[in-house]
């Protein structure tokens, strides 16, 4: 039996993606966030198009959709790109050799490093270079984007990125102007905006079972090495989902619902995790671990989401879902 279950709300997701007035790239690497890639089935006709880190992760995008599929970081095999129509972020000329070599039409877009300094070109000067390195290819550069490090610095990487795409424009023409949402919002500079957790923030709800319940004493111990004392006679709760599930042990202290009541984890292990309930508390009874409970502090979402593992079970819930 499934007990650790990951509901993910499409409807959450839709009007979380309707504040964006651009058309959305929806980021799906690490399995969609760690959502599944199940739930592209449900929001194919409201985005368009999605974005990955891997041939991999987009040769399964692909058996699910046929809308453009941007491959946003380097990749290591290049015939992929071609196999699943994938459209490459190139950044480098390494990369963008590694295309040319195919002698295959491809379509792909130039990354610009505005200030992550983590991929792509820094300047003008690397743009032209790679622009004159792909002509007379089958390569066709269509885009153009880049991702900002900050939006305390949005200013300047917005400018660093319009001076890149000025040159570029120059010589290709009006290229497709894209950057991810969080730094950007809702700037008229931009065709279209990459999507990714703010796609699904509170959308997903997390919840368990409580598998067992225990009385301890006041100074009785719990979990490994006694990580938890009972500060008065009281009652644990032993509930489904371990570190080995996605449940960190970063999580201790987070307050999760059993009942009416908000109660704090105490101790992770692999298989579960434990609950000082203080009062009592029945088998079976149902624990939200995420969901209306606040988001802890300890962790971010992108952490917390992508963690989870196999033994979770992943649902969605459809529009007008219930």
């Given at each position: 039996?499934?007990?650790?279950?990951?509901?993910?709300?499409?409807?959450?997701?839709?009007?979380?993606?309707?504040?964006?007035?651009?058309?959305?790239?929806?980021?799906?690497?690490?399995?969609?966030?760690?959502?599944?890639?199940?739930?592209?089935?449900?929001?194919?006709?409201?985005?368009?198009?999605?974005?990955?880190?891997?041939?991999?992760?987009?040769?399964?995008?692909?058996?699910?959709?046929?809308?453009?599929?941007?491959?946003?970081?380097?990749?290591?095999?290049?015939?992929?790109?071609?196999?699943?129509?994938?459209?490459?972020?190139?950044?480098?000329?390494?990369?963008?050799?590694?295309?040319?070599?195919?002698?295959?039409?491809?379509?792909?877009?130039?990354?610009?490093?505005?200030?992550?300094?983590?991929?792509?070109?820094?300047?003008?000067?690397?743009?032209?270079?790679?622009?004159?390195?792909?002509?007379?290819?089958?390569?066709?550069?269509?885009?153009?984007?880049?991702?900002?490090?900050?939006?305390?610095?949005?200013?300047?990487?917005?400018?660093?990125?319009?001076?890149?795409?000025?040159?570029?424009?120059?010589?290709?023409?009006?290229?497709?102007?894209?950057?991810?949402?969080?730094?950007?919002?809702?700037?008229?500079?931009?065709?279209?905006?990459?999507?990714?957790?703010?796609?699904?923030?509170h959308a997903v709800r997390l919840c368990s079972r409580v598998l067992a319940v225990r009385r301890l004493?006041?100074?009785?111990?719990?979990?490994?090495?006694?990580?938890?004392?009972?500060?008065?006679?009281?009652?644990?709760?032993?509930?489904?989902?371990?570190?080995?599930?996605?449940?960190?042990?970063?999580?201790?202290?987070?307050?999760?619902?059993?009942?009416?009541?908000?109660?704090?984890?105490?101790?992770?292990?692999?298989?579960?995790?434990?609950?000082?309930?203080?009062?009592?508390?029945?088998?079976?009874?149902?624990?939200?671990?995420?969901?209306?409970?606040?988001?802890?502090?300890?962790?971010?979402?992108?952490?917390?989401?992508?963690?989870?593992?196999?033994?979770?079970?992943?649902?969605?819930?459809?529009?007008?879902?219930?």
């Amino acid at each position: 039996m499934t007990y650790l279950t990951c509901t993910v709300d499409i409807s959450r997701i839709l009007y979380n993606l309707s504040f964006y007035t651009k058309p959305a790239l929806l980021m799906v690497k690490a399995n969609a966030y760690g959502l599944g890639e199940g739930l592209i089935r449900h929001l194919d006709a409201h985005v368009a198009g999605y974005g990955v880190a891997t041939v991999a992760e987009g040769a399964r995008v692909r058996a699910l959709s046929q809308k453009p599929i941007i491959l946003v970081a380097p990749w290591g095999e290049s015939q992929g790109i071609v196999d699943y129509a994938l459209t490459p972020l190139v950044g480098s000329e390494q990369q963008l050799r590694s295309l040319v070599a195919l002698r295959q039409p491809i379509v792909a877009h130039l990354k610009v490093d505005s200030g992550m300094h983590r991929f792509g070109v820094e300047n003008a000067e690397e743009v032209l270079r790679l622009v004159d390195l792909a002509g007379g290819s089958q390569v066709c550069f269509r885009g153009i984007g880049t991702h900002f490090a900050s939006t305390a610095t949005a200013e300047v990487q917005r400018k660093r990125f319009g001076a890149c795409v000025s040159i570029a424009e120059q010589r290709l023409g009006r290229l497709l102007r894209h950057a991810e949402a969080t730094s950007t919002g809702l700037d008229a500079h931009y065709d279209m905006l990459r999507i990714g957790m703010g796609a699904y923030q509170h959308a997903v709800r997390l919840c368990s079972r409580v598998l067992a319940v225990r009385r301890l004493r006041g100074g009785d111990c719990a979990g490994y090495d006694g990580v938890f004392v009972a500060p008065c006679d009281g009652v644990l709760a032993v509930v489904a989902g371990g570190y080995a599930d996605g449940i960190d042990r970063r999580l201790v202290g987070h307050r999760v619902r059993i009942g009416s009541r908000l109660c704090p984890i105490v101790a992770v292990c692999m298989d579960v995790c434990m609950v000082w309930c203080g009062e009592p508390v029945a088998v079976d009874t149902a624990v939200e671990i995420l969901g209306d409970v606040a988001m802890p502090a300890t962790l971010s979402p992108y952490e917390i989401y992508t963690s989870l593992r196999c033994r979770c079970k992943i649902c969605y819930r459809p529009l007008g879902g219930i």
